[in-house]
Nanobody
Framework: EVQLVESGGGLVQAGGSLRLSCAAP????????IGWFRQAPGKEREGVSC????????YYADSVKGRFTISSDDAWKTVYLQMNNLKPEDTATYYC??????????????????WGKGTLVTVSS
């Protein structure tokens, strides 16, 4: 029911970095698990990284381990996805979602059925 807004996408050269943000006006992610997903043309949506505000646990897809970092501000009002050493295969529309009960790994596996507009990330070779 909460309208999450993704931002921070853009065009970047391979090896570059971007930081995506996920937030909603007047909303705090306390007691939520938040996830970043992406969908490339012709591909299914896949979980990229998820974090739980309950215990701080994090999950990363194998394809982004060591390159991406999920985090939040101290008040859990905004969740970030820091993307370093970007590769052309990272090109996709990135979405965030939130769930009040799932563990981080579970959210990244199942996702939700509530998605916003997303933010487009394009990585040139």
């Amino acid at each position: 029911e909460v309208q999450l807004v993704e931002s921070g996408g853009g065009l970047v050269q391979a090896g570059g970095s971007l930081r995506l943000s996920c937030a909603a006006p007047g909303f705090t992610f306390d007691d939520y698990t938040i996830g970043w997903f992406r969908q490339a043309p012709g591909k299914e949506r896949e979980g990229v990284s998820c974090i739980s505000s309950r215990d701080g646990s994090k999950y990363y897809a194998d394809s982004v381990k060591g390159r991406f970092t999920i985090s939040s501000d101290d008040a859990w009002k905004t969740v970030y996805l820091q993307m370093n050493n970007l590769k052309p295969e990272d090109t996709a529309t990135y979405y965030c979602t939130a769930d009040p009960a799932m563990m981080a790994s579970t959210l990244c596996f199942y996702g939700t059925d509530d998605w916003g507009k997303g933010t487009l990330v394009t990585v040139s070779s």
